[in-house]
């Protein structure tokens, strides 16, 4: 069992940064790929960032990339997300999941657990 707790979200003007922070308990948190997902009102939950077990690999969309980095801290279960460049279209809930393995890492069924979300609020 994963529990996951995001913080760091926000208001923020367009052009500006926040990073966000998903806590992890269990002593498993090693085991897990992580992936950021983020979901605006009226529309899908989409993928945004994932990162593998061991943060030697990383994937992004392409909507973000280059302006979202992500990383992990296994010693501190943690996992973060950087975003730098923030346009109003990044508002959204965003959303930390867990899975095993990589497959299929941008599906959003395919992860185990979920955090609760933080919000965060781009302004024009």
């Known amino acids: 069992q994963v529990q996951l707790v995001e913080s760091g979200g926000g208001l923020v003007q367009a052009g500006g940064s926040l990073r966000l922070s998903c806590a992890a308990s269990?002593?498993?948190?090693?085991?897990?790929?992580m992936g950021w997902f983020r979901q605006a009102p009226g529309k899908e939950r989409e993928f945004v960032a994932f990162?593998?077990?061991?943060?030697?690999?990383?994937y992004y969309a392409d909507s973000v990339k280059g302006r979202f980095t992500v990383s992990r801290d296994n010693a501190k279960n943690t996992v973060s997300l950087q975003m730098n460049s923030l346009k109003p279209e990044d508002t959204a809930v965003y959303y930390c999941a867990a899975r095993i393995g990589t497959s299929s890492f941008y599906i959003v069924g395919s992860y185990d657990y979920w955090g609760q979300g933080t919000q965060v609020t781009v302004s024009s």
């Open positions: 990162i593998n077990w061991s943060g030697g690999s990383t």
């Open positions: 269990g002593r498993t948190f090693s085991r897990y790929g």
